[in-house]
C-alpha cells in the first residue's frame, strides 16, 4: 500500500494556509467544489457572492450550472438513468445553523438544489422523495422537464444489451460506451460544494443523478446529511464523492466535521476518513474510489481519496480559481 504526498499545491495563488498561523488568521471567502467542472459551478456562486447573495444564494447558484449542462451525464439534465429508463435526482442544501432541505429520487426537474431549497425555506421536513419530491417541485412552480436527452438514452440502451451493473473507479475519465460524449475529466459524477464568507459562516450543497443504471430507488449518499453533505457553525463543513454506498456505510461527511471539532486540520480529517473506510472494508473496496473535500471557517480546504482522479476547484475571494488534484490512499 502506498500513500501520495499530502495536499501542498496551490497554496499561494489560492489562499490555503496550514499549521498555526493558519489558526490565527482571519476568515476568508472561499468557495471549494469536487471534481474539474466544480470551477465553472464556482465562478456562478462567486458571482452570487459579489452581487451579495447569500451562502445558501451562492451554493445554489454555484450547483445550478452542472445540473443544467446536458454534457454532464451524473448531474441534472443530461444524466444517466436508472436502470428502467428513469432519470432521478438526489440534492441537499444546508446551513451552518442547521438549516437543511433534501430532495430524493426527483424526476423531471432540471434543478434539484432549487427543489431541495424550497423543502427548506417552505416546509416543516428536511427530505422529500420520489413521487411526493416531484409533486411538490410542480406545486412550487418548477416545470416539468424531459431530464433524459437523446446521448443518456443511446448510452442506457447500449448498457441495456449485457445490464452488466459494476461501479468502477473514475469511469468518467475513460474512452469507452458509457463515458459520455466528451469521455475524460469533464465528465464526473457528484457535485459538493462549500462556501464560507469573511464572518466565518458557511453553506453546502451537494447535487447528482445518482450511479448511471442503477436499481430503481437506488439513494446513494449525496442527498443525506451526515454522508453527502455536512455544515456546522464555527467548526466547518465537508462534502463527498465517488461510490455513494461507501461514504453513507460511515457517515463519512458528518465524521470529517467531526475530526474538524477534535481540532483535526480539513487535510487530516478528509485522510483519516478515507483511512478508516479502507479498514474498514478492505477488499470490498479493491478498485472503488471515494473522496472528500473539507473547508474550515477560516477558508482552509482539505481532499483525500481513495484512489488517484479525483480534483477539486478552489475560488478564493479575488475570484481566482485554480484545480488540483487530491492526493490519494492507493496508487492507480
Known amino acids: 500500500m502506498t500513500t501520495r504526498r499530502t495536499?501542498?499545491?496551490?497554496?499561494?495563488?489560492?489562499?490555503?494556509a496550514a499549521g498555526t498561523a493558519a489558526q490565527a488568521a482571519a476568515?476568508?471567502?472561499?468557495?471549494?467544489?469536487?471534481?474539474?467542472?466544480?470551477?465553472?459551478?464556482?465562478?456562478?456562486?462567486y458571482a452570487k457572492m459579489r452581487a451579495g447573495g447569500s451562502l445558501l444564494?451562492?451554493?445554489?447558484?454555484?450547483?445550478?450550472?452542472?445540473?443544467?449542462?446536458?454534457?454532464?451525464?451524473?448531474?441534472?439534465?443530461?444524466?444517466?438513468?436508472?436502470?428502467?429508463?428513469?432519470?432521478?435526482?438526489d440534492a441537499v442544501i444546508m446551513d451552518d445553523a442547521g438549516g437543511v432541505g433534501a430532495v430524493a429520487a426527483l424526476e423531471d426537474t432540471v434543478h434539484a438544489i432549487s427543489v431541495a431549497r424550497r423543502v427548506m425555506d417552505k416546509t416543516p421536513h428536511t427530505l422529500l422523495v420520489g413521487e411526493g419530491a416531484t409533486r411538490f417541485a410542480r406545486d412550487q412552480g418548477f416545470p416539468k422537464v424531459d431530464l433524459l436527452t437523446p446521448p443518456a438514452e443511446q448510452a442506457w440502451r447500449e448498457?441495456?444489451?449485457?445490464?452488466?451493473?459494476k461501479p468502477e473507479a473514475n469511469v468518467e475519465n475513460k474512452r469507452g460506451p458509457h463515458a459520455g460524449p466528451r469521455g475524460g475529466a469533464l465528465d464526473h459524477d457528484t457535485i459538493g460544494l462549500l462556501a464560507c464568507d469573511v464572518l466565518g459562516r458557511m453553506a453546502g450543497a451537494c447535487t447528482t443523478s445518482g450511479m448511471a443504471f442503477k436499481m430503481r430507488g437506488r439513494v446513494g449518499d449525496s442527498p443525506q446529511v451526515g454522508a453527502g453533505l455536512y455544515v456546522e457553525r464555527g467548526v466547518?463543513?465537508?462534502?463527498?464523492?465517488?461510490?455513494?454506498?461507501?461514504?453513507?456505510?460511515?457517515?463519512?461527511?458528518?465524521?470529517?466535521?467531526?475530526?474538524?471539532?477534535?481540532g483535526l486540520s480539513p487535510q487530516r480529517a478528509c485522510e483519516e476518513v478515507v483511512r478508516h473506510i479502507a479498514q474498514l472494508r478492505g477488499d470490498a473496496i479493491k478498485g472503488v474510489q471515494v473522496g472528500f473535500l473539507a473547508l474550515s471557517p477560516r477558508g482552509e480546504v482539505g481532499a483525500f481519496c481513495l484512489l488517484p482522479g479525483f480534483t477539486y476547484a478552489v475560488t478564493d475571494a479575488s475570484g481566482a480559481t485554480v484545480v488540483l488534484k487530491a492526493p490519494s490512499l492507493f496508487a492507480a
Open 57 to 89: 444564494d451562492v451554493v445554489e447558484a454555484a450547483a445550478m450550472v452542472p445540473e443544467a449542462d446536458p454534457e454532464n451525464h451524473s448531474v441534472g439534465y443530461g444524466g444517466y438513468p436508472d436502470r428502467d429508463g428513469h432519470v432521478t435526482l
Open 159 to 165: 448498457w441495456l444489451k449485457t445490464s452488466q451493473y
Open 27 to 45: 476568515p476568508r471567502a472561499t468557495i471549494v467544489s469536487t471534481w474539474d467542472f466544480g470551477a465553472a459551478a464556482n465562478a456562478a456562486g
Open 236 to 262: 466547518g463543513g465537508a462534502t463527498s464523492t465517488g461510490l455513494g454506498e461507501e461514504v453513507t456505510r460511515v457517515s463519512g461527511s458528518a465524521r470529517v466535521v467531526a475530526s474538524l471539532r477534535a
Open 7 to 16: 495536499f501542498l499545491g496551490g497554496m499561494a495563488v489560492t489562499g490555503i
